[in-house]
T-cell receptor
């Protein structure tokens, strides 16, 4: 069974530029999560989708971050414009509907903002 | 609000010995879940073990066991017979309302 795929694995941009990350969850998983993991900290949930609907985006900085999951499968997370403090690893995870004990993570995208 | 505390930023353990990673949590909810994840240097988060708040027996998965003390609000992870491949970051997490909150993590380094 293929795992959660993410791309790119690494990205370096200058502040005020835009960047987009892509995630393809495990086939059949209805729930998709985006986390931000700043160096030395645990992951923080940014947004949670159930199929193509948003369940929780309370910690998403909506002035600069956006995410979509149009067809209920893969998802993109965008930052526009990026700030230095956005440097982090962005992790995507998926699970069957609400099954937190079966949440599978992708390898992450390491973003460096200079 | 839920809060997870991992007080050990880093630990060293000798190969084949056991190591205990501390985790305390704070919640006023009665129904919740506790998780441990491993994050190797490659970056992916690997699920290790789960304990439900109503589970009376401590969870075990191979060399991993979770020492759940509900009254103390602690959920320590015990790794027995450490292997070099166990060197990684370990995160404790708690679920509430179908979301996970993570602690800051503990780095484990296994020495040969």
């Amino acid at each position: 069974e293929a795992g959660v795929a993410q791309s790119p694995r690494y990205k370096i941009i200058e502040k005020r530029q835009s960047v987009a990350f892509w995630c393809n969850p495990i086939s059949g998983h209805a729930t998709l999560y985006w986390y931000q993991q700043i160096l030395g900290q645990g992951p923080k949930l940014l947004i949670q989708f159930q199929n193509n609907g948003v369940v929780d985006d309370s910690q998403l900085p909506k002035d600069r971050f956006s995410a979509e999951r149009l067809k209920g499968v893969d998802s993109t997370l965008k930052i526009q414009p990026a700030k230095l403090e956005d440097s982090a690893v962005y992790l995507c995870a998926s699970s069957e509907q609400g099954a937190l004990n079966e949440q599978y993570f992708g390898p992450g995208t390491r973003l460096t903002v200079t | 609000a839920q809060k997870i505390t991992q007080t050990q930023p880093g630990m060293f353990v000798q190969e084949k010995e056991a190591v205990t990673l501390d985790c305390t949590y704070d919640t006023s909810d009665q129904s919740y879940g506790l998780f441990w994840y491993k994050q190797p240097s490659s970056g992916e988060m690997i699920f290790l073990i789960y304990q439900g708040s109503y589970d009376e027996q401590n969870a075990t998965e191979g060399r991993y066991s979770l020492n759940f003390q509900k009254a103390r609000k602690s959920a320590n992870l015990v790794i027995s017979a450490s292997q070099l491949g166990d060197s990684a970051m370990y995160f404790c997490a708690m679920s509430f309302d179908y979301k996970l909150s993570f602690g800051a993590g503990t780095t484990v380094t296994v020495r040969a």
